[in-house]
């Protein structure tokens, strides 16, 4: 094996600032691209880092003052010397083979030679070790003037994330670096334990990462999942972007045994050809007051409206909402001088509320428990898709969503709290993942209070119930929110604004913007996080007819061993006991 040919030299450089590294003269700095991975063998310890900036740099200003001519031979004697590269590395982690002796030489060649004789020894272990032996550090020191840095190398890559097909765990590949043919793994037992987040401005592929993403939960049994399906782009087929139409597979083609598709809209499920797919209605009877609060825009509700909305229901009960639409004026007349109410709020809140007459999804009372439906659907491990249809404006879709989502975390608070008693694993609750798109809806901080996707994103993993955010605008969703998301996937961003938000709670975030706005408008994402040891740009794995082969093999219907010892023991280490 040939070796490593060193990029350049450390110069200079602070734990809080990172490291300054002057380019070696054969080293073309066009070859330097923001968010590469590169590793610092420093005497004692081997530090991972990602490239963050760029530079040019000059020996003399009299080079600047009278530069050479184009292609010229001046131009070749200056390169390395007069004029160099420079590139910013921020240490991200660090690995240290062994303990430094105790007894340390007094004398200053007695400590080089012992120094020369760590770092032969770090870069000889560490080349032996597997990832599993590695024990990776966080970055609380920084390597000497003149320490060497090279290319990462594949054994690099699989010592900090992993591979895929890791027994021990359950591993995703999500992509590869932006430079090289290896993949970049992510944890998805620490992925689903947190709310996540896919994050980027229209047309940067959101939609096909959340569906890596969740294709990839499925595949590996990482968790279940309740997904509402906005724009119908996750069950079924959905059209792909480019000048020639082609169409992509959704989740239920590539996982026809676990899958199950609801619809708030049949005949548009049916014109789409989905098979299968099971009805889905909501009553009166089920939509609380907090509903209500959460598309108060949307129905252009007042404050006034809202409050005798809360007297109906204290009077009314469930079918508070029925009986209101039935009144007529003499009896809103009779009630309000009974119930102290306002009867010109009362007749707004009326006339608003038959509205909700028009979503194709509402009836007046409803025979059948669908929502109850999807409870056991998920109870039996099965993944639920919730198409929408037609019925995709904001209205509907955050009507529902609360709706359904609100009685399904009641359940699992139920389901967690027996668990907490028996401590059975029998009665422990599947994992769940909800993924919403549009998620600075629901989690503004105007209304994060009123939705139930406020209490999961703050609760994380108390019920077991997580969720997946997909937005195009992070700055609109509640700061103390993004703090709790534990990985944040991330396409291209513009707006300041959203790339502050993007890193609101993470440590060295200055260093990373410049990482996040240098991105291609396509197949690239910053991934950052809890799942992942450090962060990483990746080029995202394609959502293609080889991915299909890869995912939909059967391979996975018996987890290894060691994967379910290891998730019981840490459900015991989560309780406590």
Known sequence: MAPEQPLGSVVQGSLSQGLEVRLHPDVFVEDMRVGKFLVVQGMRSRFFCMLTDVSLGTGSPRILANPPDPNSFLQEVLAGTGTFGTIALT????FTPGEAVSDRPSTVSNRKAESRKLKAESAGSYTAQTSADIELLPVKTIPG???????ASERDFRAVFGWEDDPSRRNFAIGQPIDMAVPV???LDRFVER?????GKSGTGKSFLTRLLLSGIIRKQAAVNLIFDMHSEYGWEAAREG???STVKGLRQLFPGQVQIYTLDPDSTKRRGVRDAQELYISFDQIDVEDLMLVRDELNLSEASLENAIILRNEFGKAWISRLLAMSNGEIQEFCETKM???SSIMALQRKLNRLDELKY???TCPHNYVGQILESIEAGKHVVVEFGSQSNL???MLATNVIARRIHHAYVRKAEQFLQTKKVSDRPRQLVITIEEAHRFLDPSTVGQTIFGTIAREMRKYFVTLLVVDQRPSGIDNEVMSQIGTRITALLNDEKDIDAIFTGVSGAQSLRSVLAKLDSKQQALILGHAIPMPVVVKTRPYDETFYAEISEPAWEELPAAVVFKAAEAAKADLGF
Do not use: A, E, T
């Open 362 to 364: 509402i009836r007046q």
């Open 91 to 94: 240490p991200m982690l660090m």
């Open 145 to 151: 003037h003149f320490s060497q840095v090279y290319d």
């Open 185 to 187: 793994c992510i944890d």
């Open 395 to 397: 209205l509907s879709y």
């Open 195 to 199: 709310s996540n987040g896919v994050f």
């Open 243 to 245: 000048k020639q139409f």
């Open 341 to 343: 109410g306002s009867k």
